[in-house]
């Protein structure tokens, strides 16, 4: 994301550049003052690693026969797993349903494992779910939270034609779903305020141009659901506690993590779904268990597991700063984002741009990378505030 000054306040996402509106009149924000983020480096309470399963053609939403065993793929989603989740899962169980089968087996158990599950069980199917890891410990632990359906989710000149018109619809879709966890226990999904700040002098063409293009042509289709999600509107500056020259604000919809999969797992057992842990080796060791359909959810197991060489690693790092429940709201500065979730403020530094981490398999955190970020957020505040 980038701010850039241009006569009016632009705001780029993803590569979609959308006009923003200029501030209303008046010194005051429409609700209650913002509360600085209390950025120090001393309340990172983790840093964690994960690798993105990227796809240049996008996720993989397929059957495959193994004998009498049908095997419906649904995986390699990117930046964009938990995004699309519900509407990758729906195509995956339209598939899965086909043969008419009164189970399944799903394989995997982060937000695509999950959401197909619940699925499956709605759709009146018994489901077990096969797993090395439950989701404390899958990559989908590791997001950022935020939704962002088109991050890093196909390359335009891999992706088949149709990809776009395949994309919004999951879009879509998941967007509804996602809609449908608002307002419950543990706030598994929210909206929240997003600011985006500008430092004098600092234009957009001047902070990308320390970010190397990228060799891949990720697509963009933020303007295909424009109507989806709200604008941003320049707010006076001297009504926030930021330094910057110019600030803008939208609303983004969140997912607390923890509290998303906590709800997910519940409604699975809770409609009689079954777990167990298992490491698979070798498709073989699926089609013994002696399921009809089994939906693989594998994320970026699927290229040892299904020998999918197309899958990408990109390698992604968050901070976690001690949860501040008084800040309900996400930041953008210079390359810095914050989420503020309930389960820790994220924070997220966008420094190498789109490709930074591509092709990365290191799963050690940077403790210097995650102070610097923290720092360069806390440069965000005027002093005293
Ligand atoms: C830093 C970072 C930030 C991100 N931020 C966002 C964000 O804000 N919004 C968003 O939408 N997405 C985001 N993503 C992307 C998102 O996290 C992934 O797309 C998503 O987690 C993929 O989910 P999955 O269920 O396919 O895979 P996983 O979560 O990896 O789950 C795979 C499951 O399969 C199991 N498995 C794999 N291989 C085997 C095997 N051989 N045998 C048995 N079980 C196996 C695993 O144990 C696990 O249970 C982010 C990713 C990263 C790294």
């Keep these: 994301m980038e701010l850039n000054r241009r006569g009016l306040l632009q705001v780029s996402m993803g590569g979609l550049v959308v006009g923003c509106t200029a ?8 609700g209650p003052p913002l509360v600085p983020i209390r950025a120090r480096t001393d309340r990172i309470m983790d840093v964690s ?30 930046g964009s797993g938990w995004s699309l989740s519900w509407g990758s899962s729906a195509k995956a169980i339209q598939l899965a349903l086909q ?4 189970e399944v087996a799903v394989i995997g158990c982060g937000a695509l494992g999950l ?8 759709a009146g199917l018994r489901v077990t ?3 090395r890891e439950q989701l404390p410990l899958t990559t989908s632990a590791h997001a950022t939270g935020e939704w962002t359906p088109d991050s890093r989710v196909a390359d335009a000149r891999a992706a088949a034609a149709n990809f776009g018109i395949v994309w919004e619809e999951m879009a879509r879709s998941a967007f509804k779903l996602h809609r449908d966890y608002l307002g419950l226990p543990g706030t598994p999904v929210e909206w929240v305020d997003q600011y985006s700040v500008s430092d004098a002098g600092q234009t957009g063409a001047a902070a990308s141009s320390s970010v190397a293009r990228p060799a891949v042509d990720f697509v963009h289709y933020g303007r295909r659901i424009r109507d989806l999600t709200p604008r941003w509107r320049e707010v006076p500056i001297g009504a926030t506690p930021f330094k910057g020259s110019s600030a803008a604000r939208s609303e983004i919809m969140v997912f607390n993590i923890a509290g998303y999969a906590h709800t997910l797992m519940n409604d699975f057992l809770i409609a009689g779904g079954q777990y167990r842990r298992v490491d698979f080796r070798a498709p073989a060791q699926i089609a013994a268990l002696g399921h009809k359909v089994v939906i693989d959810c594998t994320g970026l197991g699927a290229k040892a597991l299904w ?17 501040q429940p008084d800040v309900r709201y996400g930041l953008v500065y210079r390359h810095i984002l914050t989420v503020p979730r309930s ?3 994220i924070v997220q530094s966008f420094a190498g741009g789109e490709m930074e981490g591509y092709g990365e398999t290191n799963e050690t955190p940077d403790r210097a990378e995650a102070d610097q970020a923290v720092r360069t957020l806390a440069e965000a505040f005027r002093p005293g505030v």
């Design 23 to 30: 501030a209303p009149s008046g010194s005051s924000l429409d």
């Design 49 to 78: 690693v994960c690798l993105r399963p990227f796809r240049p053609a996008g996720p993989r939403i397929e059957t495959e026969r193994l004998g009498d065993m049908l095997v419906v793929h649904n995986y390699g989603h990117g």
């Design 99 to 102: 043969p008419g089968p009164r």
């Design 115 to 122: 959401t197909s599950a619940v699925l499956a069980q709605r």
């Design 129 to 131: 779910i096969y797993a």
């Design 307 to 323: 020998k999918d060489e197309t899958l990408v690693p990109i390698r992604g790092q968050l901070q976690r700063l001690i949860p």
């Design 343 to 345: 389960d820790g403020l």
